[in-house]
């Protein structure tokens, strides 16, 4: 039988208090290529240029974020990425920081991939056995060793799928922006995700909430239109952000040199993940100060 991992912010109850605990924002949806790794770097960049002391986490073993925050490879981390913290976890004396990287980025430091990352899953049973919690509790263990100390935000690049990997950046988190490219299949990746969430929320007696849902990659289609139609009339009514991420070549030419919001400032995904930036943050403030608009919209979606 698996127990629940303790989480840090059930001591401080579902209020989001970021002067003590870092708010946890995990990127995820289950399809791949939809500018998940993008908007958690850009956003990760906002974050820090902001003055905001920023952890990305990179549970992707492709490494897209960690190359795309420090312009490195993921092979540069082996002695100490994210794997490590998994495989010292419970040593005593053993700290999440000893793992931390400076990033590119103003800010924004990194817990990094490595060539080991693929490993993390194995290395997340191993835990299992010893500790009893489920395999995808163990990256949140792993931040409370850094959550009530130096960061105000922290946010979490994951994999596409449904796997470890993904689990324990869901479980990780206080809030999930979901991306979406508005293509046919979107819609079908999104109730997965949605439902995974509501899922690991009612095993686990969580409230891992939805920051919101962010359209991604958009051009001027007729489709995008129906989606936003469909979104804001059905179960995720409220849940979508107004912002948009446009598509633009600017992001593909920045990759290797850094997030689009430093390396082409001017260009439109850059000044789109800029209101992005002021969005979440209305958002959570929203939240903190107890308006949690989104929140009952989910309460409403979870009794559809
Ligand atoms: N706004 C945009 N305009 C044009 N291209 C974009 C935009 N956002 C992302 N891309 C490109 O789309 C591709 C996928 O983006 P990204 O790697 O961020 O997606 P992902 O969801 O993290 O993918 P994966 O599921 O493989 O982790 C990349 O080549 C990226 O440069
Ligand atoms: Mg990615």
Redesign the pocket.
Same mark, same amino acid.
Not at 106 to 117: E, K, M, N, Q, R
Not at 162 to 178: Q, R
């Given at each position: 039988m698996t127990e629940q991992m303790p989480r840090g912010k059930e001591t401080g109850g579902h209020g989001i208090d970021h002067k003590k605990n870092p708010v946890v924002i995990t990127i995820a @949806?289950t &399809? #791949? #290529?939809?500018? &998940?790794? *993008? *908007?958690a770097v850009n956003l990760a960049a906002e974050f820090g240029m902001h003055g905001y002391r920023t952890l990305l986490v990179d549970i992707?073993e !492709?490494g897209?974020s960690t190359l795309s925050a420090t312009g490195s490879y993921r092979d540069t981390f082996n002695d100490a990425a994210l794997f490590d913290a998994y495989r010292t976890f419970g040593f005593p004396g053993c700290s999440t920081d000893h793992f931390i990287h400076k990033t590119m980025m103003t800010g924004v430091d990194i817990l990094p991939c490595s060539a080991y990352s693929l490993m993390i899953p194995d290395q997340a049973e191993i835990l299992h056995k010893t500790k009893h919690y489920p395999p995808y509790a163990f990256l949140s263990a792993i931040l409370q060793n850094v959550r009530f100390t130096s960061y105000d935000y922290i946010v979490i690049?994951t +994999? +596409?799928g449904k796997n470890t990997f993904s689990l324990s950046g869901i479980y990780a988190a206080d809030e999930v922006i979901i +991306?979406l490219h508005p293509d046919k299949y979107s819609v079908d990746s999104l109730n997965e995700t949605y439902r995974l969430i509501q899922t690991m929320n009612r095993e686990n007696g969580m409230e891992i909430s939805i920051l919101g849902i962010l359209l *991604?990659? @958009?051009e001027k289609v007729r489709f995008t239109q129906i989606l936003r139609d469909s979104l804001d009339s059905g179960a995720y009514r409220g849940l979508r952000f107004e912002t948009e991420?446009? &598509? #633009? !070549?600017a992001?593909?030419d920045a *990759?290797m040199r850094g997030p689009v919001v430093l390396m082409d400032p001017r260009s439109n +995904?850059a000044r789109?993940y800029k209101a992005l930036y002021e969005e979440v943050l209305t958002r959570i403030r929203r939240k903190e100060q107890g308006g949690n608009q989104t929140k009952e919209t989910e309460e409403e979606n979870g009794q559809n």
């Amino acid at each position: 039988m698996t127990e629940q991992m303790p989480r840090g912010k059930e001591t401080g109850g579902h209020g989001i208090d970021h002067k003590k605990n870092p708010v946890v924002i995990t990127i995820a @949806v289950t &399809k #791949g #290529g939809v500018a &998940k790794t *993008t *908007t958690a770097v850009n956003l990760a960049a906002e974050f820090g240029m902001h003055g905001y002391r920023t952890l990305l986490v990179d549970i992707d073993e !492709q490494g897209n974020s960690t190359l795309s925050a420090t312009g490195s490879y993921r092979d540069t981390f082996n002695d100490a990425a994210l794997f490590d913290a998994y495989r010292t976890f419970g040593f005593p004396g053993c700290s999440t920081d000893h793992f931390i990287h400076k990033t590119m980025m103003t800010g924004v430091d990194i817990l990094p991939c490595s060539a080991y990352s693929l490993m993390i899953p194995d290395q997340a049973e191993i835990l299992h056995k010893t500790k009893h919690y489920p395999p995808y509790a163990f990256l949140s263990a792993i931040l409370q060793n850094v959550r009530f100390t130096s960061y105000d935000y922290i946010v979490i690049d994951t +994999p +596409p799928g449904k796997n470890t990997f993904s689990l324990s950046g869901i479980y990780a988190a206080d809030e999930v922006i979901i +991306p979406l490219h508005p293509d046919k299949y979107s819609v079908d990746s999104l109730n997965e995700t949605y439902r995974l969430i509501q899922t690991m929320n009612r095993e686990n007696g969580m409230e891992i909430s939805i920051l919101g849902i962010l359209l *991604t990659i @958009v051009e001027k289609v007729r489709f995008t239109q129906i989606l936003r139609d469909s979104l804001d009339s059905g179960a995720y009514r409220g849940l979508r952000f107004e912002t948009e991420i446009r &598509k #633009g !070549q600017a992001v593909n030419d920045a *990759t290797m040199r850094g997030p689009v919001v430093l390396m082409d400032p001017r260009s439109n +995904p850059a000044r789109d993940y800029k209101a992005l930036y002021e969005e979440v943050l209305t958002r959570i403030r929203r939240k903190e100060q107890g308006g949690n608009q989104t929140k009952e919209t989910e309460e409403e979606n979870g009794q559809n």
